[in-house]
């Protein structure tokens, strides 16, 4: 885990196959100045990872696209989750997310609403993406939110390419998606304190 210097606590948990992920949840968490949660291989986080993100005010869930939808791992998490949901422990936090797959589509849409539905199922507020897509004749690999994402940051990695060459628009998109959830995470922070 990251040490956490910023005033607003951000927390990016994901879970990564081949550190692709990884690299990409590295990113969000430079742009958000975010403390870093990995699942292992088993689903697991460990019990100060559960804490970490109980003093959250955003959280952002990360998992590579596997056959249509996020890792298990990730789900194992997801299911784990019950106990925060049922204490109302996550109410009311930013949540945003983020996924990366070897296909230019497959099916990374469905991993995002995912995210986005627990995200809802928690009562939290999910933070969508400011950037416009790169979507025209001059378009390159390497453009900012070159896959037209609007809910949140999508990457796309060939299968045999290492994370080391992973597109750097798609983790330019991701850090700069880190910074805009810890700064509307900050602005909910600041509204609650002066209502307090």
């Not at 081949?18 to 742009?31: D, F, P, S």
């Not at 784990?80 to 996550?90: I, L, R, V």
């Not at 025209?136 to 290492?162: C, E, F, H, W």
């Amino acid at each position: 885990m990251n040490q956490h210097r910023s005033p607003v606590r951000t927390v990016v948990v994901y879970h990564s196959g081949y550190g692709h992920t990884e690299r990409m949840a590295t990113a969000i968490a430079e742009g958000a100045d975010a403390a870093l949660v990995a699942i292992d291989t088993e689903g697991n986080l460990a019990e100060d990872a559960w804490e970490t993100l109980a003093g959250a005010d955003a959280i952002m869930f990360g998992s590579p696209t596997y056959m249509g939808g996020p890792s298990w791992q990730f789900k194992k998490f997801a299911d784990a989750s019950s106990k925060p949901w049922f204490e109302g422990g996550w109410q009311n936090k930013i949540f945003g997310g983020f996924t990366n797959s070897a296909s230019i589509n497959g099916d990374k849409l469905n991993t995002l609403e995912y995210f986005f539905l627990l995200a809802g199922q928690h009562s939290g507020i999910w933070v969508s993406m400011d950037i416009k897509p790169a979507n025209v004749k001059a378009s390159m690999r390497d453009d900012l939110n070159r896959m037209g994402s609007y809910i949140a940051p999508m990457a796309q990695t060939p299968a045999d390419a290492s994370p080391e060459e992973m597109s750097p628009g798609d983790l330019e998109t991701a850090r700069r998606y880190g910074a805009r959830v810890a700064m509307i995470a900050g602005q909910f922070r600041s509204g609650r304190s002066q209502s307090s």
